[in-house]
């Protein structure tokens, strides 16, 4: 349990005052923005974000109480808060939510102060918000897959190739170019790789899908032999549960009231789960998966050409592409990070690791391998 709030006899401490106007400050920010949210949604989901608005402001009169006098002014939230709600904005939706989700678990492992139930309802918040987030995370999962691979793809190959290059101390038109080359490459592999895939994958969903001519075969089935149960068990269903399900349907075509209405029953039970819909949705298309691994593996594969389109030459050039890259690695890795649910900074060191070790063995290589040609 929680300390009860300070006794008036009892100042609270500088850095408890400083941490109490944090939580403030982070409780107005979360409410704001699942006011703001709300503004975006419609139904039940604006419902819920409202009801989520007045628990945060709740907790906020929480710490108003506890401060007193001390609330004024008015804190201001964490540098790394009012960051993340500006891109919350440019990014849209899919981006606030995640950036709350990752509000609310930050919140309810905060353990300085906070009463036991209000850890317990941000637990929960973190859970809701999840749960909001599903349905755009899926809706984004296709496309948004190729685009964070085709631009990782784009910074870490060209960056790899154009330092190999350079090492050799080949001239920097050589270098120019070979980047170049490298990005148109790289951009139609991606497209025509994500196009085949996107393709194979909506066959492989397509041949799982119930024929939609199978109902109209089974009012001439034999129905002693009852062949129906079979795809019911094929389905999953128990061997006494199939008998009945098939049972069901051959009572509802056998009067002769139900007219359509048997005929109806007969392609829902055949229909197949319902858990399969929307499953192409989560694919994509092949058209823009295509498009956006293309786009997005050339703005990638940008990056390292940037220093040799200025003109730059040698090691500065080297050194400069490998900042601007870094700092692209970094970027794309938090907010993979971020659109997960996760903590940032551990992905995107890990993407910056994973692009400079590309790198660093391709510019050993063209060390190694070095020419004087100039």
């Known amino acids: 349990m929680s300390e009860d709030p300070t006794p008036a006899d009892r100042e609270p401490t500088h850095a408890q005052v400083k941490r109490w106007r944090k939580h403030l400050a982070e409780e107005r920010m979360e409410a704001r923005t699942y006011r703001d949210l709300s503004e975006r949604r ?57 950036m709350a989700q990752r509000a609310e678990q930050r919140s309810s492992r905060n353990i300085d102060d906070v009463p036991a139930h209000m850890l317990a309802d941000e637990h929960i918040h973190a859970e809701v918000i999840r749960s909001l987030a599903a349905k755009s995370r899926e809706a984004l999962a296709g496309t948004f897959r190729a685009a964070v691979f085709g631009a990782n793809d784009g910074l870490v190959s060209n960056l790899a190739l154009v330092l190999g290059i ?145 003109g730059l030459t040698g090691p500065t050039a080297v050194l400069v592409a490998c900042v601007v890259v870094g700092a692209a690695l970094l970027f794309t890795g938090g907010v993979v990070g971020v659109l997960s649910g996760q903590a940032p900074a551990p992905r995107a060191l890990r993407q910056l690791l994973v692009g400079y070790g590309a790198a660093g063995v391709t510019y050993l290589l063209g060390l190694l391998f070095g020419t004087t040609v100039a």
């Open 166 to 310: 350079a090492a050799t101390g080949i001239d920097t038109r050589v270098v120019l170019l070979t980047g170049v080359s490298g990005l148109l490459a790289g951009a139609l592999s991606m497209a025509a790789g994500e196009w085949v895939s996107v393709c194979s994958q909506r066959e492989l969903l397509d041949a799982s899908i119930p024929d939609p001519d199978a109902h109209q075969a089974v009012p001439d089935l034999d129905v002693d032999a009852n062949e129906l149960a079979l795809v019911f068990r094929a389905r999953g269903e128990s061997a006494e549960e199939a008998e009945a399900h098939a049972a069901q349907v051959f009572a509802k075509l056998a009067k002769p009231a139900t007219g359509d209405s048997g005929a109806i029953a007969v392609r829902a039970a055949l229909s197949g789960p319902a858990e399969s819909d929307g499953a192409g949705e989560q694919v994509g298309t092949p058209a823009k998966a295509a498009l956006s691994s293309f786009g997005f593996f050339a703005a990638g594969a940008f990056f390292p050409l940037i220093p040799y389109v200025l």
């Open 42 to 98: 419609t139904g039940e989901e604006r419902a819920v974000l409202l009801q989520l608005e007045e628990a945060e402001r709740r907790h906020e009169e929480y710490w108003l109480a506890r401060l007193g006098e001390r609330a004024l002014p008015a804190p201001k939230p964490p540098l790394r808060t009012r960051a993340a709600a500006v891109l919350a904005q440019l990014f849209g939706t899919i981006f606030i939510l995640a």
